[in-house]
């Protein structure tokens, strides 16, 4: 077989890694937890997604539409928003995945739109980066978002689910 044919495989092989829907459904697994446990108001669950030291920032919009970036002190005060008790439920789809990989790191980033209960409140990109730990279990270490709520894409199978 000529060299250029092994090479080509080879290289095809090494793209693929990211694209092995066994391994992604791994990486998807803390990222749709967090989202469960938001919706069900469950701070453990959404806990248990997450490595034990985390980053979180939000980008968006200033009053002069200049990017501000607005970085969260640890991950405690969001999981005291998800355990109190609220009138409405949180809701956050996502669409669009996209997961790279390299080793025991991961790279996840995917469209969403945020809801209380029915009503529409935002949307954007999370971004989340990943690490597999010594029990195999992929969590997450960083979390990134931009919020704003115009321009959204929201594909019609999920806006029906919140009319």
Known sequence: ???SIIVFFLFCSVQLA????????????PIDRLFLGMTRGDSAMV???????VTMATISKGMAGQPVIRYENGINDFLKAVGTPHSETWNEPIWD??????????????????????QFSHCGVDAFHLVRGTDGQWRIFHLADTRQK??????DDIKKRFK
């Open 150 to 155: 115009e321009g959204c894409n929201i594909p």
């Open 1 to 3: 077989m000529p060299k």
């Open 97 to 118: 995945l996209k997961i790279n990989v390299d080793d025991d790191f991961a790279q996840a980033w995917a469209s969403y739109a945020f809801y209380v209960g029915k």
């Open 18 to 29: 990211g694209q092995n829907p066994v391994f992604d459904k791994a990486i998807r697994e």
């Open 47 to 53: 806990r248990s997604a997450f490595t034990g030291q």
